[in-house]
């Protein structure tokens, strides 16, 4: 009786191992499918909170309906995950067929890696036409175009202008000199000058950026994405203007594990509760912040200023950091469904809806009139104007080098380093990929 | 009034006559007739073993065996982890871990977790464990109260503790209304207290489980040994140090053994508490979250691979140098060969 009752566990117990392994091998099956007919594209975002989450589950509906053989399955991805997450998937072969493209160095690994649709030639006349040519310049390479941008994200220090009145700042700071008095000012009047998500790590290495595009010429910038190699003294530089404004203290108490985006604990929940007047982030931090006040609505006192100039320096003193958000297609996708869907996003109303979910400055030209937000208006007119946007370093270097420059910079601010050890650890990170 | 320690190897002679008395075809001739149904006997066996051991083999093979040689593979090779590996660099990766500082001071960071967690769990189960041996009221209660951080998922004891720690945290809050603010500190990001956190942490979530242990442990001593002791005069403490100490040595040895290998693969809730970024700023990064980092975060799949040979070496060499010489009499005739 015992024997049986083991012959038969030991037969079930084959039987779920050979489902397990089916399993893994069934997924990846489902996801394509042909071009004629019915098909089923995957996406992947990282908005999982709030009106950006309803937006992308509206426009995903909005566009079923309008191509009803096409399906899309949405998923959400928290933004701090999402990178990791997509190179494991695209890897092992079983990636999305829509996803959130950054750019830079990461879309160079994966273009290398023959994971990308060149999309060039599925560009609508109208995406080409209301969208600047300056824009899909980051997305391009060799001449052929990988992602459709969606917005414009260029980099600045947002402020709560409450807060600044309250501690009797005037305007706003435009040399390091007066960003040391304002934060001298907010300390007297009780509230964190600065927050910044050292947890999550690039939101403290975006002061190093700031600084290098200050203390670097856009060659130096530029070059460094080619060669890795970070030798000219203005990466030294940069660290050390940071060394001395970091002496300041001008970070809120326990930065260090401060997360940049979740919850009321985080830099931009500071800066939406009032605790915190200043926070240095990409023109996404509107719509983060507004999730994350009290009544979830825009901040009202929110406002925005270009990163303060430095004395001497080869960057220009325009010059800005910003990013272009925008999504790609896996190589594997459908073709015809997945570019129509890059066009449908960045039609005039569906840009319109973005602006309004996610408060940031949509690519398409003729949706950009309704930004009437003042704050995005005046960093719409210094993005336009900057002679230089640099993308953000960690995203220009790719994810290794990226990765290792975002931790030295929290090994300085946490005083666990020194302007020589950015250098010398991005410089090394470089021989471990 | 000493006891013979080698009272202490009781619990293995269970296995030793086990093992004895396999049948492992002794020489004694047997009768022709009974000679071929043994050998369908034999038969049986096999088969059934096979069928029996299979699947486990099958499963242990697929997810243990096959990666452990994959990422020693992958370890010689450069790779971002798009398609098959091509640039290998021979043992480039291993040069560059060890030359690292920041792994040097992960090594650290793991040698001093292995070491504190012992000197600080140790002695405050044995503690535990004797005092809910003693017959009083509400000891059940107590028991589960000790168990139950042990029972609760590693994310959800990361996330509560690392709320409560936060700078303006629970903990800070009730400090300053205890009228104790001057001990405020900033908990998880001060590097210089950050690891002792960590350690009280771990304290708190793995003690239950090493105090159930050594509440097995006491179980299992006879109690005659005590009752003779009491009549010869022996005091509480006497009775404890040369009864109880030697008695639940094997326990305490094993427990130990437990621990150090926690210890050392310690990744779960440094990277919950500290995420994927900070832990090495923080001064709380262990092997495996510097493998992650270094390798999944940073997507130098190659390198981290080769991390991950250089913490599976560590740990055998440790688990085998620990279990050749301290676990030697507790798994003697066991899992080594008899010596007498």
Sequence with gaps: ?433 | MTIDTSLGTTPTTGSDTAAGTSPTGSGTPLPAGRRSTRRIADWRKRVEIAVLAGPAVIVFVTFVILPVGMAAYYGFYKWQGYGPPTDFVGLQNYVIIFQDKAFQSVLMHNGFIVVMSLVLQGPIAIVLALLLNQKMHGRGLVRVLVFVPYVISEVIVGTGWSLMLQSNGAVNDLLQGMGLGGLRADWLSNPDIAIWTLLVIISWKYIGFAVILFLAGLQSIPEELFEAAAIDGASYWQIQRRITLPLLGPTIRIWAFLSIIGSLQLFDLVYIIWGQYIASTAGTSTMATYMVANGRTSGNFGFGSAVAVVMFIISLAVALIYQRFVLRRDTAGALTERKN
Aim: proline fraction near 4%; aromatic fraction near 8%.
């Design chain 1, 1 to 433: 009786m015992t024997r049986k009752i083991r012959a038969a566990a030991a037969i079930a117990l084959i039987g779920a191992t050979a489902l397990v392994a089916a399993g893994c091998s069934a997924g990846s099956d489902a996801a394509g499918g042909g071009d004629g007919g019915k098909v089923t594209m995957t996406f992947w975002h990282n908005s999982t909170t709030g009106p950006g989450k309803a937006y992308w589950a509206s426009t995903v509906k909005a566009f079923e309906k309008k191509y009803p053989d096409v399906t899309i399955k949405t998923q959400a991805i928290q933004n701090e995950d999402l990178d990791g997450k997509l190179q494991t998937a695209l890897n092992s072969g079983d990636g999305p067929d829509i996803f959130l493209q950054r750019g830079g160095g990461k879309m160079d690994a994966m273009i290398a890696a023959g994971q990308l649709m060149d999309i060039s030639g599925s560009i609508s006349a109208d995406a080409k036409q209301s969208i600047s040519a300056g824009t899909f310049a980051g997305y391009e390479k060799d001449g052929k175009t990988y992602a459709m941008p969606g917005a414009v994200l260029p980099e600045g220090i947002w402020y709560s202008k409450d807060l600044f009145q309250k501690a009797g700042i005037e305007g706003t700071p435009t040399t390091m000199d007066e960003l040391n008095d304002a934060i001298t000012k907010l300390k007297a009047s009780g509230v964190d000058p600065v927050a910044v998500g050292a947890k999550d790590a690039w939101p403290a290495a975006h002061w190093y950026y700031n600084f290098a595009l200050r203390e670097c010429s856009q060659k130096t910038l530029e070059g460094a994405a080619k060669s890795l190699k970070f030798d000219n003294p203005c990466w030294t530089k940069a660290g050390e203007q940071l060394e001395d404004f970091n002496k300041t203290k001008p970070f809120n108490n326990g930065f260090l594990t401060t997360a940049a985006q979740q919850g009321a604990g985080s830099s931009a929940g500071l800066l939406a509760n009032h605790k915190a007047a200043m926070e240095l982030m990409g023109a996404w931090d509107p719509g983060v912040i507004a999730s994350l006040t009290p009544d979830g609505k825009p901040l009202a006192d929110l406002g925005w200023f270009p990163f303060p100039t430095i004395d001497g320096g080869k960057g220009d003193p325009k010059s800005m950091m910003g990013g272009v958000d925008g999504n790609s297609c896996s190589a594997k996708a459908p073709k015809k469904a997945c570019t129509d869907f890059l066009n449908f996003i960045v039609q005039k109303d569906n840009q319109e809806a973005y602006y309004k979910a996610f408060n940031a400055i949509p690519v398409n030209k003729d949706a950009q009139a309704v930004v009437d937000a003042d704050y995005l208006k005046t960093a719409l007119a210094a993005y336009q104007e900057a002679p230089f946007v640099s993308q953000y370093l960690d995203t220009l270097y790719g994810q290794n080098v990226g990765n290792a420059l975002n931790t030295s910079v929290v090994d300085l601010l946490a005083g666990k380093g020194d302007a020589k050890d950015i250098v010398s650890t991005t410089n090394q990170a470089a021989s471990k990929g």
